[in-house]
Nanobody
Framework: HVQLVESGGCLVQPGGALILSCVAS????????MDWYRQAPGKQRELVAT???????NYANSVRGRFTISRDNTKKTVYLQMNSLKSEDTAVYYC????????WGQGTQVTVSS
């Protein structure tokens, strides 16, 4: 079965950096587009970044220039490098892929606060 497991979320100070990881199983990772979403308290879940099987990336305007999505097909892992973090980046971050249906990880909490 398809499983996505995120890790790396924690409490970080404004201006800090963090890297999230998402390990996938049950899919042919190398041909799968992978997404990072986030959901802040009281807000709708939003798309943060996408990386295609060919390595083409796309970002939400709010994170472009600060976040970088990447992938390692040998490890079946997608990463989200987050720099210059702001309080408004506080959210639960989710990994998502489409393999017939949409599959989501359980999420990892990122809190940006001093």
């Amino acid at each position: 079965h398809v499983q996505l497991v995120e890790s790396g979320g924690c409490l970080v100070q404004p201006g800090g950096a963090l890297i999230l990881s998402c390990v996938a199983s049950g899919i042919i990772f190398s041909i799968s587009t992978m997404d990072w979403y986030r959901q802040a308290p009281g807000k709708q879940r939003e798309l943060v970044a996408t990386i295609t099987s060919g390595g083409v990336t796309n970002y939400a305007n709010s994170v472009r220039g600060r976040f970088t999505i990447s992938r390692d097909n040998t490890k079946k892992t997608v990463y989200l490098q987050m720099n210059s973090l702001k309080s408004e980046d506080t959210a639960v971050y989710y990994c998502k892929t489409r393999w017939g249906s949409d599959y989501w990880g359980q999420g990892t909490q990122v809190t940006v606060s001093s």
